[in-house]
DNA sequence: TTACTTGCAAAAACTTTGCAGGCGC
DNA sequence: GCGCCTGCAAAGTTTTTGCAAGTAA
């Protein structure tokens, strides 16, 4: 991840990577808060406003992806890259990355009823981890 | 949608069909600053305290759909019942419902790899509405 | 009448912007 | 050293809460 940002172009700075390093310590799609004092576990001085701003940068580069859970749509979680879902446990809120959605199916269903033309979607699974179910 | 918020023991008030109205008349997604202003020609009184009231009820009761977007989540279309999902055009946001998503063999297909019990699931599809395909 | 609803005002939460100083390269 | 980055403070937005008055049943 902070590979593929100065590869883009961008800095290697020390808040940078503290929040890389939050992102990808959180095993569970995290809020900027959260993201904030992860991340001041490494480097004290992080302020939310970089925060923010470096979630911009990694959104964009689709290293990052927001998440929608029913609480609302301010959380991210670490995307490895390109096209990818999360499936998300509704307990511990751990969210696990999954590709191949193969939905072409659906989305030829829904050209055909709808007339659009249809070329991108969003996936997220909701459930329960292996770890969780255990407990149950 | 009224008959099922009365059904839902909730009162028949100027306000919620204001709120109401707003939403169906919408054929996009709305945000609740939408939603009054659309309100407001119905209920000229109408608070943006009683759309967000109004919002959560609907919600609940699976009336009414946060949809995830780009450019944030807070925009809201009516759902006709249970399960659904929508598809939004990325120029005009006109919102489709539709229903039968048949992505069982990606639950399956998850699950064995994740090993996560899913049990639900949010699906939207972006694209261009006829109407706009064809003004390209 | 009685309890549910409403809308205002205010508070709280969240996000964005402006800018002077700091740091990566 | 130059220009990108940062963090603070402040401004903007959006959403929630408290409460007295209003309205449906």
Redo the contacts with the bound molecule.
Sequence with gaps: MLRA??EA???????????VHALCDAQTGA???DLLARGRSV???????????????LEQLGLVRKLHQDD???SYAASSTGHAHHVICRTCHAAVEFEGCSIDNVLRQVSARTGYSVDSHFLELFGLCPSCRRKK
């Design positions: 940002l100065s172009g961008f800095s290697d700075t020390r808040a940078r990577r503290a929040v809020t900027p808060a480097h004290a001085g992080l302020g939310q406003v970089t925060v923010y701003r470096t979630l911009e940068i609302g749509c301010s």
